[in-house]
Every structure is written in structure tokens, then in C-alpha cells.
């Protein structure tokens, strides 16, 4: 996106919440609008709405489809087993929404519609509010099953087996506030990883445009470069989508692991 001078590209106008279909509403005083937050929420939920349905066939032989829906869920369910145990099976579902939707999120914001004028992408998981959520969501989902399964007891999470009697109080708050803080950084991580990601695409496409449209023979070599750039960060934000997505579904694996099987 133009900066209102036209010299450039603006970074940081893609994670600016717009509303859209009709302008700003309010409702009682607060603003109730349909944002371009929201419509990429509902594209990302639509769109993982289709995949699953296109994959929960039953077909005898799997197709293409079948086999990467089969895969995702598979995958999902492994990573429950391996980290948190058949007491975890319950919560493989809320796991893979989670894996899911994050995925989609990160994906969807890299497609490139800022060849259509007027639109650019949105990535919902580059604003904290959203990876808040998630995060809190789930921390709150480990604290109801701590203490639902185990009472006070959960409180012996932050006493290490084996702690001396001497050192109860002070690992007790140092354990403590490292377990509060768990939901801050579930939550910044994705948040930075895809804002920085993204900042890192518009600069170098600024890079692009200033290159080729300055006319010098300096110009040239700098906009090819930038654009080289932009095609490798491209294919590293994939792969970030990725792992972002996993990281976050694998810690929340670990944290229930420690709710569920506390000895």
C-alpha cells in the first residue's frame, strides 16, 4: 500500500483493522463493525469448513484430498499421544481446531491479493488480540482441568519432586511465575513471528518499486535483488505458517500434559 506521499510502500498499513461492507456502526456507543479482521476469520473458518468436508468422504481408497485431511488429523491425534498420553484423546479436537484455524490464518494472509486494486491481505494471527485470545483460551483450558482433576494439589506443579524444604518458598514463586507466564508468550510468539514476517515482505517490496521506478543504473540491480528477496522470505513465511502453527498446538499439548498427569 502507497504511503500518502507516493514514495513508497506504508509496512504497516496491512495490520490496520478497517471496517468494511458498509462503513463504521455503532451500537450503543461502541463500534459494532463488520472489520476486515472479522471477514478474514470468517474467510479462514469458511475455508477450513471446505477442506474438512471435502476430506470426511469415507471412500475405500482415499483420494488426494481424503489422505491430507486424514493426515492433519493423524498427525494431530500423534502428537496428543506422544506428549500427554490416552488421558489426552478428549482434547484432540480442541488441539486440531487450534493447529487449524492458526494455520489457515497464517496461509490465507500470504495470498498475494494486492495485485487486486484496492484489497490487500490480512493475517489475523499478526494482531495480538487474536493470538491473546488463543492463548488465554487455552491456559484457562489448563487451569479448569488442573484443578477439576486434582484440587489444591495442581499447586504442587510448582514444587519440583525432590525440592528442599529450605527452598520450597522461593521455587515455589519462581515456578509459579513461569507458569503465568506461559499465556503472554504462547500468544507474542505467533504475534511476532507473522508481524515481523510480513513487515520484512512490504519493505522489500518498497525496495522493488522505488528500485525500478528511480531510473538509475543503480536502481535495476537493487530492484532485482529485492525482489529475489521477497520470492525466499515468501517461501520462509510457508514455512514459518507451519511451524507456528505446530509450536503452538504442541505447547498447548504440553501444558495439558502437565494438568492432566500430575504426580
Do not use: C
Not at 8 to 32: K, N
Not at 131 to 151: C, E, M, P, R, W
Not at 244 to 250: G, K, M, R, S, T
Amino acid at each position: 500500500m502507497a504511503t500518502e506521499g507516493g514514495s513508497g510502500i506504508d509496512p504497516m498499513h496491512q495490520f490496520l483493522v478497517e471496517p468494511v461492507a458498509g462503513g463504521r456502526l455503532t451500537l450503543a456507543g461502541y463500534d459494532v463493525s463488520f472489520t476486515n479482521s472479522a471477514l478474514f476469520m470468517v474467510l479462514t473458518l469458511g475455508v477450513l469448513w471446505l477442506f474438512m468436508l471435502g476430506g470426511m468422504r469415507r471412500q475405500l481408497v482415499p483420494g488426494r484430498w481424503q489422505a491430507a485431511v486424514e493426515g492433519m488429523t493423524g498427525f494431530v491425534a500423534n502428537m496428543i499421544d506422544a506428549n500427554v498420553g490416552p488421558k489426552g484423546k478428549a482434547f484432540t479436537p480442541y488441539v486440531f481446531s487450534l493447529f487449524m484455524f492458526i494455520l489457515f490464518a497464517n496461509l490465507i494472509g500470504l495470498f498475494p491479493l494486492g495485485i487486486v486494486p484496492g484489497w490487500h491481505p490480512f493475517t489475523v494471527t499478526s494482531h495480538i488480540t487474536v493470538t491473546a485470545v488463543l492463548a488465554f483460551v487455552s491456559f484457562g483450558i489448563v487451569l479448569i482441568v488442573g484443578f477439576a482433576k486434582h484440587g489444591f494439589h495442581f499447586f504442587s506443579l510448582f514444587v519440583p519432586h525432590g525440592t528442599p524444604k529450605v527452598m520450597i518458598p522461593l521455587i515455589f514463586v519462581i515456578e509459579l511465575a513461569s507458569f503465568l507466564v506461559r499465556p503472554f508468550s504462547l500468544g507474542l510468539r505467533l504475534f511476532v513471528a507473522m508481524t515481523a514476517g510480513h513487515i520484512l515482505l512490504d519493505v522489500f517490496a518498497s525496495f522493488v518499486v522505488q528500485g525500478f521506478g528511480s531510473g538509475s543504473a543503480l536502481g535495476i540491480p537493487v530492484g532485482v535483488l529485492s525482489f529475489v528477496m521477497i520470492v525466499g522470505i515468501s517461501a520462509l513465511e510457508l514455512l514459518v505458517s507451519a511451524i507456528q502453527a505446530y509450536v503452538f498446538a504442541l505447547l498447548t499439548s504440553l501444558y495439558l500434559n502437565d494438568a492432566i498427569n500430575l504426580h
